[in-house]
């Protein structure tokens, strides 16, 4: 293990990165030994919905049940005589219910550990003071939501207030909604006592927050060098983060299990969805991440340094989930001759049947509908999931078996169901080759939208809830104002050498990609094997190519693109580009999971002899 320099150092685990995840991490933390802290990441803005119609349904449920049941209650006595604190986002929409639950383990099991609980991040209760009426979504400029149809509105939290309740003694904190990063970076700040003025400690303990809060995504997990862990993804180990007081970290991850650590997996996480890598903007700290290094310490074991804090914002991200209407969607599969264009021709057919039936009764045609076929080539362009193409558009008869989806969208629930009865009523009238796996049938769910805006922090109230009692928290970072010296840096131009002396070769042979969502926004990160590759890398992948080879999932062409000095990396995003994204959007793919890989087969420009060739 790298001896890291300090006055001392704390190991953290990285459990989860979903509501629903694997539980193997913390049998695995708990055997290897040696963790200070273990954190848990459960929350996504769908998960907050999906919360939040759950309490509304019953008083005591709106939380991460998970933790509960297959976390803390079969592991009670061991983390109580491990001395392992636990952090964790579980507590959703009611975190004191959460908390309550775990107490009662704790009361019945007889075990010596305190519990404490951030709460404040909820909004419902102040809904038209904290969203009024002329407040617009940051991203898009839409209007605010019908307050009726607001699921959940919350305050993205961060890390002092965690800090805070485990100085109170507390073994487990529990809170609603926080940035992911804040319940390891609450870790740090607790063990170092870094103050709100430590800009560039904060940075770099939120920076080993991000790497940590996707679990085994830092382990091999979604790597583009899938094939060198393939054999021992099925007891992936889950990341652990060795940390010291200046924020120098080294990430590994506990012995005899599988996946491996390495610049590359490491990179990948780093660029997954930070947008503007300058300009990552949390309640504690704005992070530059963009002359972070990477250094391979041995066999899995990478150092992590460089991070910058450049200044802290004034206001929180507020986060709003909001029902407008409803949508379905049905997977089936055609096989044979022609199978791609008999599926286009079913799904047609089962469209206009059900048009013809809302229009007899007067009602409003479908809000969006899309179809969308896997097995030819569907996500790289061949069809457009913008508009239903003609026929004559599909490609040849080679294609003998591929899988379909036919999606919609509706103000109206039974206009979603009346789709739901075409798509199956359809079938004894259809082409040949038709079939699907029968038992239950998909049911119309509610379209979830996402609404962002920004509050100022002195219009929440955070309160630390311990077994000392309750205490308000107020953030006293705000006066800190924001640096513009993070460098926004162009990629060096490539060397001047003759097309004769250059090959052709796809990005994967050049470069680590990893590719994720923000809202609506598609981001795609870039990281050259090689330094000597960036330039040609970022010759080849302008802007504009980028936009073209994503031009049939965009509706419009805005792109950035960012350069990482530290890292030879290269991080796109591309706005407007899922549909709407999370349960808003109708595809495939509304979290952009694929983009990454679709972009691997683009081609580089490169020199020979940089290849060895």
């Known amino acids: 293990m790298l001896n890291i320099p300090g006055p001392k150092s704390i190991r953290i685990g990285g459990a989860t990165g979903y509501w629903g995840e694997s539980d193997l991490a913390l049998p695995q933390f708990l055997a290897d030994g040696g963790l200070d802290y273990i954190v848990f990441d459960y929350l996504a803005e769908v998960t907050m919905s999906i919360l939040a119609r759950a309490k509304a349904a019953d008083p005591g449920q709106g939380y991460a049940v998970d933790f509960v049941s297959t976390v803390v209650r079969p592991h009670l006595e061991a983390i109580a005589s491990s001395g ?3 952090i964790s986002n579980a507590g959703g929409v009611n975190p004191q219910a959460c908390a309550a639950a775990i107490q009662r383990l704790i009361d019945d099991a007889g075990v010596d550990l305190s519990v404490a609980v951030v709460v404040g991040d909820d909004l419902m209760s102040a809904l038209e003071s904290v969203l009024p009426e002329d407040v617009t979504e940051m991203f898009t400029g839409e209007s605010r939501p019908p307050l009726k149809a607001i699921a ?6 961060g890390a002092f207030p965690i800090a805070e309740a485990l100085r109170s003694g507390a073994d487990i904190v529990i ?3 926080c940035v992911d990063s804040a319940v390891t970076l609450g870790a740090c700040i607790h063990a170092f006592n870094w103050q709100p003025e430590d800009l560039d400690k904060l940075a770099a303990g939120s920076l080993v927050g991000h790497l940590l809060e996707c679990g085994p995504q830092l382990t091999g997990g979604n790597y583009t060098d ?7 993804l099925a007891v992936v180990g889950y990341p652990i983060a060795t940390i010291d007081n200046a924020g120098m970290a080294e990430i590994s991850k506990p012995a005899d299990t599988g996946g491996c650590v ?3 997996t490491v990179g990948e996480q780093l660029l997954y969805e930070i947008g503007d890598p300058c300009a990552y903007i949390l309640p504690d700290v704005i992070c530059d991440f963009s002359h972070v290094s990477l250094v391979q310490n041995g066999p899995d074991s990478v150092v992590v340094s460089g991070a910058r804090g450049t200044g802290v914002p004034d206001d929180y991200k507020v986060s709003v989930t909001w029902a407008d209407g409803w949508r379905a969607g049905v997977v089936a599969f055609y096989v044979g001759q022609h199978a791609a264009q008999k599926a286009r021709l079913y799904a047609n057919e089962v469209i206009a ?4 039936k809302l229009w007899a009764l007067g009602a409003q045609d479908f809000d969006e509908l899309l179809f969308e076929v896997i097995g030819d080539e569907s996500h790289y362009g061949d069809y457009s999931i913008a508009a239903m193409p003609q026929l004559a558009s599909l490609s040849s008869p080679a294609t003998r078996e591929v899988a379909f989806k036919l999606a919609c969208r509706h103000q109206d629930k039974r206009a979603v169901a009346l789709l739901l009865k075409e798509f199956w009523g359809a079938a004894l009238g259809a082409p040949p080759g038709f079939c699907g796996f029968a038992g239950t049938r998909p049911k119309p769910s509610p379209v979830i939208r996402l609404f962002s805006s920004t509050l100022t922090k002195r219009a929440v109230t955070v309160q630390v809830i311990t077994k000392q009692g309750i205490s308000d928290w107020q953030d006293g970072s705000s006066s800190i104002k924001v640096s513009d010296n993070a ?7 490539p060397e001047s050498v003759s097309v004769q002396d250059c090959i052709a070769v796809p990005l994967q042979r050049l470069a680590w990609v990893r590719s994720g969502d923000k809202g609506d926004k598609a981001n795609i990160g870039v990281m050259a094997r090689e330094p000597a590759f960036i330039p040609w890398i970022a010759a080849s992948l302008t802007r504009e190519v980028v936009a073209q080879r994503f031009a049939h999932f965009m509706t419009s062409a805005e792109i950035d693109r960012f350069y990482l000095p530290g890292l030879s990396a290269l991080n796109f995003v591309l706005h407007n580009s899922l549909g709407g994204g999370g349960v808003a959007s109708l595809r495939n793919d509304p979290q952009a999971k694929c983009y990454g890989q679709v972009l691997l087969d683009a081609t580089v420009l490169i020199p020979r002899a940089l290849l060895g060739d």
């Open 84 to 86: 392992i604190k636990l």
């Open 152 to 157: 959940s509105a919350n305050a993205y939290l």
């Open 175 to 177: 809170t609603g909604r």
């Open 226 to 232: 899938w094939e060198d862990v393939a054999d021992s």
């Open 262 to 264: 390495t610049i590359g």
């Open 353 to 356: 049947r059900a048009q013809k």
């Open 487 to 493: 460098s926004r840096l162009s990629p060096p131009e």
